[in-house]
C-alpha cells in the first residue's frame, strides 16, 4: 500500500468538503492510505507569500517537518494547497537564510528531504494509470470532458515541473484511462479570475466566462478541475454569467477526484455532488452513468 501524508486544507474541510470526501473514497479504493497530518496548519495561500516571505515558508514548513519525520511524501489534492507547499520546500532549499528563520519559529529542523507532489502526480506516476485502470467498475463512455488546470497547476514551472506547461496533460491522460473523452481546448491554462472573486467580480465574471464558453463550444459535457477556487468561480458564478452572457451555459464542474469516484461505481450522493450550484444529475443521467 502506498502511505502519503495528507494535506486536505482549508477548503476540503469547509467549502469543498465534497472534494475531500470524493478523495478520500476514491484513495481508499485505490489503497493509497492517506495519512492526514495531525494538527495541519493554513498554508497561507492567498495572503501570506504577499505580505511576508517568512510567513509564507513557516506556515507550510510545520507539514514538511512532519511528513519528513515520518518518512512520507505529502500531497493535496488542492492546487493553491500544493503549491504552497512546495514552494516553500524550493525556497528553503535555494535560501539558507530563509531556512533558518523558518527553524527559529518552528523551533525544528527541516532537512528537505520531503517529496511534495499534487495528488494528480501520485496518482499517474506512484500509482500509476494501468493500476488505475483495473479498479475501474463504471465506464464513461460518451462523457466529453474539458479538463481545466488553471494557473496553479502549471505555474510556475519549476513548482509543477511539467513538460508541457502550455498544454499540460496529466489530468487528459487520467479522463483518456477513466473511458472518458477528454476535449481539445485552448483555455486549459487560462486564469478564472481566483481570489478577486469577491474584491473584483467583474474580473472573474469575463475570464471565467471566456472559460465556460470555450468549453461550451468546444463540445465538453462537465469541466473537470483540481482547484476549489477555480471551482467556485466556474460553478458557483455561472448562473450570474449565463444571464451577463444572455445564454444558458449549464456545464457541471466536477473535482477530478468525483469523476475518477463515478469509475470506481459510487454514486452521485457518496460524491456529494448535491453541493454544486449547477446539478450534473441531469446530464449523468442522460448518459447512462447514473
Request: glycine share 4%.
Amino acid at each position: 500500500m502506498l502511505k502519503v501524508a495528507y494535506f486536505p486544507g482549508c477548503s476540503l474541510s469547509s467549502t469543498a468538503k465534497e472534494y475531500d470526501v470524493a478523495t478520500r473514497l476514491v484513495c481508499e479504493d485505490l489503497e493509497i492510505d492517506l495519512v492526514e497530518i495531525p494538527e495541519w496548519t493554513c498554508c497561507g495561500a492567498t495572503t501570506a507569500h504577499i505580505t511576508s516571505e517568512l510567513t509564507a515558508a513557516a506556515l507550510p514548513a510545520k507539514s514538511l517537518i512532519w511528513a519528513e519525520k515520518h518518512n512520507m511524501m505529502i500531497t493535496s489534492p488542492c492546487s493553491a494547497c500544493f503549491s504552497r507547499l512546495k514552494m516553500a520546500h524550493l525556497n528553503m532549499e535555494k535560501d539558507p537564510k530563509l531556512k533558518k528563520e523558518v527553524e527559529e519559529v518552528t523551533g525544528e529542523t527541516y532537512n528537505g528531504k520531503t517529496e511534495v507532489l499534487h495528488l494528480t502526480r501520485v496518482m499517474l506516476e506512484k500509482y500509476g494509470l494501468e493500476n488505475i485502470k483495473a479498479k475501474i467498475k463504471r465506464e464513461l463512455k460518451g462523457l466529453k470532458i474539458a479538463c481545466y488546470y488553471g494557473c496553479l497547476m502549471t505555474r510556475p514551472p519549476e513548482v509543477n515541473e511539467n513538460e508541457r506547461v502550455e498544454n499540460p496533460m496529466i489530468m487528459d491522460n487520467l479522463v483518456s484511462a477513466l473511458g472518458a473523452e477528454p476535449v481539445k481546448w485552448y483555455y486549459k491554462t487560462e486564469c478564472c479570475g481566483a481570489a478577486f472573486s469577491l474584491t473584483k467580480t467583474e474580473i472573474v465574471r469575463k475570464l471565467s466566462g471566456d472559460i465556460l464558453k470555450e468549453a461550451k463550444a468546444c463540445g465538453a459535457d462537465i469541466i473537470m478541475v483540481a482547484c476549489p477556487l477555480c471551482h467556485s468561480n466556474l460553478d458557483a458564478r455561472q448562473p450570474e454569467i449565463s444571464k451577463l452572457l444572455k445564454t444558458d451555459l449549464n456545464i457541471p464542474i466536477l473535482y477530478f477526484t468525483q469523476v475518477m469516484g463515478l469509475a470506481l461505481g459510487y454514486d452521485y450522493m457518496d460524491l456529494m455532488m448535491n453541493k454544486h450550484f449547477i446539478d450534473p444529475k441531469p446530464l449523468l443521467k442522460s448518459k447512462g452513468i447514473l
